[in-house]
DNA sequence: TTTCAAAATGTTCACGTGTACCTTTGACCC
DNA sequence: GGGTCAAAGGTACACGTGAACATTTTGAAA
């Protein structure tokens, strides 16, 4: 004997074949519920089984049959609240159709994001869903095209797939409209700004679509890399600016935090001297103060559909999502509505001049 | 030709041999960078593989080699902040020596929690990492029991295994006190409650020990399943006795949106009316009101801990935990030490009818 | 040149599973 | 009784990789 099995410590389907005396294609067939074989056999085929602890191997399975039964889930940070929300939908769906969730965290460096997408493509998974990286490499794409793969709340043009997003520019042109209603005439925005990820540059320009349409309102808008830190400086600078604005529209979740401690140590308050509306919808917006106005996702609709498409699982549109067709190839664009949940961090704008 | 290789579409090492001219165990040599090959030709193999595309099967390597390179991560909740923030340090940790996270969620439902040790047993992992669910089928502890496996925040005693805590004892204890020292004299205390489970006995306990030393302490104590509804409702119910607390401890962060929800609906104000202390220690404890005294987990370091163990690689010890063995087995139980954050959500009791 | 060890490469096989294809058995029909 | 056919099981092999063992080549000492 060369060597010995260096993989196995529990029994294999020729085990439990030559403990009962028969072919190991009989047990193969018996477990797996081939008509092949009698059912008396497969009884006694399967209580054997059971009863030596036989555990299949998911290995061989692969090596044999085609792709194994994983999906990989890249996504730049699981901290964060929205991925977090994302990830359990997405593990929840899977695991119910009996695959697993490999999950690999980008922190929004395109080096990394390849190494796990590398990682990935060994594993031979049969799906991929990624929240891409602003600056992805084209190695990372060229990857992506052999394998299933749809992403997920953003867009990068490299790549050639279904997306799955939320109306972004709905978000945040929501926002804008209603700040702009209660009669706010400075308004601000601080979001993540890169040319080639959709969500930035939707989200701005939604922004922008209802503040071009109000002539008489004053926008600020605060691009910066979508990381925590540049929420707190964003807003830290907006504030202390003698004509600061007297209402936030927040771009990402990321922000939300930065921006509330900047506003503490300049010492305002929400929502007497600035309005706030956020993004997501977090458990704690709901007990932050009189509660934080925001852009609620249809997180569980987009993350059920992504899973579903990559699982190739039946799918149940809890909500319908607009199909459009991307320009030039033959991929599909779905895109989830989004909504306005009113609480407390917004309210009509009062002069502070003329109220003294 | 019976069939056609079904699972692969690109280039496997014997096609780079043939195409070369060579044997394919020449070309395995080459890209595992054996000694038996000259440099030469490992460079002209190497090239070749990777203008052709080449990814290795992982599925191959481990049947021939032995177990994969993938560790799985059993939690019961990915949306809780606590357990985000340690799967995003395991994900990370595990990633630097190029493993991979699987990520499975229970739901503290122990049928799911089964299934998914089950689905990992067939991959043959490299190791598990789990926070067991209170009733803890006997078969799961079987299954865990052939496999490297650590228990990460809690312990079940049917599992036979290192253990990664905090001093849970001590955490309670700390907060505990903190109020007694700072006036209170009726504290509540909310937490999940479950005997088979380390974490629930342990905070209770550490919250007793405190109460018990200062007899003039009047103490509730409210323990429930492990769910966020918890949290609320026995919120409320302490929050309506007309002899209610004037101070509560969190024993879970699940329990602590659900209470500060209670607080907001029946009219009272922290740290006005009720003081809190919270457990464990989000980004947004630091931006709500005056900020939320906690108990902070060193949470970084028990992930790593974890990862390290499991995966068998370097570790590099920035806390230091107490290591001591459980009774009648070999396995070690490595305790974290956790602080008291102090903020604004406590402070000195104040008598409300001698203030009028 | 011969010899012989060391270096470089090749041949074979096993890992656990499932599929294509072959063999045996026995029931049924004419 | 020979022939047909279906049921039930067996034999052989492939999947991609790497270890053990075999063979060839190299190069230097004798």
Same mark, same amino acid.
């Given at each position: 004997?060369? *060597?010995?099995?260096?993989?196995?410590?529990?029994?294999?389907?020729?085990?439990?074949?030559?403990? =009962?005396?028969?072919?190991?294609?009989?047990? @193969?067939?018996?477990?797996?519920?081939?008509? !092949?074989?009698?059912?008396?056999?497969?009884?006694? =085929?399967?209580?054997?089984?059971?009863? &030596? %602890?036989?555990?299949?191997?998911?290995?061989?399975?692969?090596?044999?049959?085609?792709?194994?039964?994983?999906?990989?889930?890249? !996504?730049?940070?699981?901290?964060?609240?929205?991925?977090?929300?994302?990830?359990?939908?997405?593990?929840?769906?899977?695991?119910?159709?009996?695959?697993?969730?490999?999950?690999?965290?980008?922190?929004?460096?395109?080096?990394?994001?390849?190494?796990?997408?590398? #990682? !990935?493509?060994?594993?031979?998974?049969?799906?991929?869903?990624?929240?891409?990286?602003?600056? &992805?490499?084209?190695?990372?794409?060229? +990857?992506?095209?052999?394998?299933?793969?749809?992403? =997920?709340?953003?867009?990068?043009?490299?790549?050639?797939?279904?997306?799955?997003? #939320?109306?972004?520019?709905?978000?945040?042109?929501?926002?804008?409209?209603?700040?702009?209603?209660?009669?706010?005439?400075?308004?601000? *925005?601080?979001?993540?700004? #890169?040319?080639?990820? @959709?969500? %930035?540059?939707?989200?701005?320009?939604?922004?922008?679509?209802?503040?071009?349409?109000?002539?008489?309102?004053?926008?600020?808008?605060?691009?910066?890399?979508?990381?925590?830190?540049?929420? *707190?400086?964003?807003?830290?600078?907006?504030?202390?600016?003698?004509?600061?604005?007297?209402?936030?529209?927040?771009?990402?979740? +990321?922000?939300?935090?930065?921006?509330?401690?900047?506003?503490?140590?300049?010492?305002?308050?929400?929502?007497?001297?600035?309005?706030?509306?956020? *993004?997501?919808?977090?458990?704690?917006?709901?007990?932050?103060?009189?509660?934080?106005?925001?852009?609620?996702?249809?997180?569980?609709?987009?993350?059920?559909?992504?899973?579903? =498409?990559?699982?190739? #699982?039946?799918?149940?549109?809890?909500?319908?999502?607009?199909?459009?067709?991307?320009?030039?190839? @033959?991929?599909?664009?779905?895109?989830?509505?989004?909504?306005?949940?009113?609480?407390?961090?917004?309210?009509?704008?009062?002069?502070?001049?003329?109220?003294?």
């Amino acid at each position: 004997m060369p *060597y010995a099995r260096p993989n196995r410590n529990g029994p294999t389907i020729k085990d439990i074949a030559a403990a =009962l005396g028969v072919s190991h294609v009989t047990v @193969s067939r018996a477990l797996n519920d081939s008509p !092949l074989v009698t059912e008396e056999t497969k009884k006694r =085929l399967r209580e054997a089984a059971a009863s &030596m %602890g036989y555990i299949p191997d998911a290995a061989a399975k692969q090596l044999r049959g085609g792709r194994s039964n994983i999906v990989g889930f890249i !996504l730049p940070d699981v901290e964060n609240h929205f991925f977090s929300a994302i990830a359990r939908v997405i593990a929840e769906t899977l695991a119910a159709s009996g695959m697993q969730l490999v999950l690999s965290i980008s922190e929004d460096d395109p080096d990394l994001e390849l190494r796990h997408v590398r #990682s !990935l493509c060994e594993a031979r998974p049969k799906g991929i869903i990624i929240t891409p990286v602003v600056n &992805m490499h084209r190695e990372t794409a060229d +990857l992506l095209a052999n394998i299933p793969c749809k992403q =997920l709340v953003r867009r990068h043009p490299l790549v050639e797939s279904d997306v799955i997003v #939320s109306e972004d520019k709905t978000a945040t042109r929501l926002a804008a409209q209603r700040l702009i209603d209660l009669g706010h005439r400075h308004i601000a *925005y601080i979001g993540n700004g #890169s040319e080639t990820l @959709s969500t %930035g540059a939707d989200r701005a320009e939604g922004f922008y679509q209802a503040v071009w349409a109000a002539p008489e309102v004053k926008a600020t808008i605060k691009l910066g890399p979508p990381g925590p830190g540049h929420g *707190y400086e964003t807003a830290i600078e907006l504030l202390t600016d003698p004509k600061r604005p007297t209402a936030i529209v927040l771009g990402s979740a +990321l922000f939300t935090i930065g921006t509330l401690q900047a506003i503490r140590e300049t010492g305002l308050e929400v929502p007497r001297d600035i309005s706030l509306i956020g *993004y997501d919808d977090p458990d704690w917006f709901k007990v932050w103060g009189a509660g934080i106005t925001t852009v609620a996702l249809p997180i569980r609709e987009m993350a059920m559909m992504a899973a579903s =498409l990559v699982g190739e #699982s039946a799918l149940e549109p809890a909500l319908e999502p607009a199909i459009t067709s991307i320009d030039g190839t @033959s991929c599909k664009r779905l895109t989830f509505p989004v909504n306005l949940v009113q609480r407390g961090s917004d309210r009509q704008f009062r002069d502070r001049n003329q109220e003294v």
